[in-house]
């Protein structure tokens, strides 16, 4: 193990992420060490809820272990692609519990009704759903990646980029190209 001394400052993320990719145990604790506060404070910020902080670290981290192989040195450094799978984390977490609270309020708000067709409510649903998903797969594969990004990950045009390894202005047109397909086929489908 690398011994650390007052002038030595310890090897860096992205050598602790190559050894993690290994399975070195001991090389992602001192990465967690190294860039776990500054994680926790992104989660903290992006969930406002410390519980839910934690939980997003641990997720994040855990992501770290197992995709440690798939970090690459050329695109993007050790800090900002574990920064990338902390925010991702904990926007699919603040978008888990809106969801979580909307579903709730809205079973609140339905179960006092009076009897309704739900049939015809599920029918038109899975209508929606058919058409949406019609328009997903008229889509390129690029355009459906970078969409996927921004909208399922929760990235920013500039986190896109870094990630699929592209000029930013690139990034902007693959969403905004993916949108303007989905807007035309879904206008189609209605």
């Known amino acids: ?67 440690a192989g798939r970090f690459d040195p050329a695109a993007s450094s050790a800090r900002a ?14 978008r888990r519990e809106q969801s979580d609270r909307d579903r709730a309020a809205r079973w609140a708000t339905t179960s006092r009704e009076r009897e309704h067709d739900g049939v015809a409510e599920v029918v038109a649903l899975r209508a929606e759903h058919r058409a949406v998903r019609a328009a997903l797969d008229g889509l390129t594969p690029l355009q459906r990646e970078a969409l996927e990004l921004a ?28 949108l303007r397909s989905l807007r035309a086929a879904l206008e189609e489908a209605v």
Do not use: C
Not at 49 to 67: N, T, Y
Not at 81 to 94: F, G, N, Q, S
Not at 152 to 175: F, N, Q, S
């Open 1 to 67: 193990m690398h011994a650390v001394t007052a002038t030595d400052p310890g090897p860096s993320p992205s050598a602790l992420l190559a050894r993690v990719a290994h399975g070195d145990e001991n090389a992602f604790r001192a990465l967690y060490r190294l860039l776990g506060p500054s994680a926790y404070g992104l989660a903290l910020r992006v969930t406002r809820d410390e519980h839910l902080a934690q939980d997003v670290l641990q997720e994040a981290f855990a992501d770290v272990w197992a995709q």
């Open 81 to 94: 692609w574990v920064v990338m799978l902390t925010h991702r984390r904990a926007v699919d977490r603040v």
């Open 151 to 178: 909208f399922l990950g929760g990235l920013t045009h500039t986190e896109v980029a870094a990630a699929l390894d592209i000029p930013l202005g690139t990034a902007k047109t693959r969403i905004r190209d993916a």
